[in-house]
């Protein structure tokens, strides 16, 4: 019975010094709440979408104010209307990561035999990075939005294209001009054989010779990167749907 007692006495101590220890080193808080970015209606020449939280909103509170939720807007270009297999599932584990995410901070955001996926870019070249990627809330505890991207020739070449961001609905600032590019800065060719010929200056692209209609394939994230918390949430990755460069 007395060792008993003594173990009992051990053990107390040993949880109480772990507690202590826990206390003044902090304990991490993760940020989480239940929210989507979804596809809206589209066209062959513009697709868009909406952000809204369904649950926890309550904890919007913690983020600081220009800490998120961002919008990260990516693409890929191929000749093929169905969407690119896989990307959501990579994206997930290589930036997710069950709720303990990194960052996008390369313009290539995921890579694979079939598909490159990379960051717009703008008519300057804007790089779009963390915590704001394209669209920053102003307000990081009203964060539901509903924004459109539309297809558009280019006004000094109109064999290119480009895309328009444009916010629908929702308090948010745009990071650059909102005249989106490819991720170098440059236009949408709209020829597979402008891309044949010269297929290394276009890894955005996957088409072939035989290639008639090419689809811009447009994803979305929403991100929320800094607060009064030690992780960095993301959104699903959502398929916008595909403008075709015509």
């Given amino acids: 019975m007395k060792m008993n007692q003594k173990l009992l006495h051990k053990a107390s101590v040993f949880f109480l010094a772990t507690l202590l220890l826990l206390t003044g080193c902090g304990i991490a808080t993760y940020f989480y709440v239940i929210s989507a970015v979804t596809a809206g209606s589209d066209s062959i020449d513009s697709v868009s979408g909406s952000y809204a939280i369904s649950n926890y909103a309550e904890n919007l ?3 600081t104010v220009g800490g998120g939720p961002g919008l990260l807007l990516c ?7 169905n969407t690119p297999s896989s990307i959501s ?8 990561r069950n709720n303990n995410g990194i960052a996008v901070t390369n313009d290539l955001v995921l890579e694979s ?3 490159h996926v990379y960051q717009f870019s703008d008519s300057t070249g804007t790089k779009f990075r963390a915590p704001g990627y394209v669209l920053l809330a102003d307000n990081p505890t009203s964060v539901d939005i509903s924004f459109k991207l539309q297809r558009a020739a280019d006004s000094s070449d109109s064999s290119l294209r480009i895309l328009n961001l444009s916010v629908k609905n929702g308090s948010y600032s745009m990071n650059g001009t909102g005249e989106l590019r490819r991720y170098n800065g440059t236009s949408f ?3 597979a054989s402008t891309i044949i010929a010269n297929p290394d200056s276009y890894p955005d692209y996957q088409v072939s010779e035989t290639s008639k209609t090419l689809y811009l394939h447009v994803f979305a994230a929403m991100s929320i990167t800094e607060g009064s918390f030690s992780n960095i949430y993301w959104t699903q990755l959502a398929h916008l749907g595909y403008i075709e460069l015509t």
Avoid: C
């Avoid at 599932?89 to 997710?96: P, R």
């Fill in 61 to 63: 509170s913690l983020i």
């Fill in 189 to 191: 060719p709209l020829q």
């Fill in 89 to 96: 599932t990579a994206f997930s584990s290589q930036y997710i």
């Fill in 75 to 81: 693409y890929t270009v191929t000749d093929s209307a």
């Fill in 113 to 115: 035999t079939s598909n």
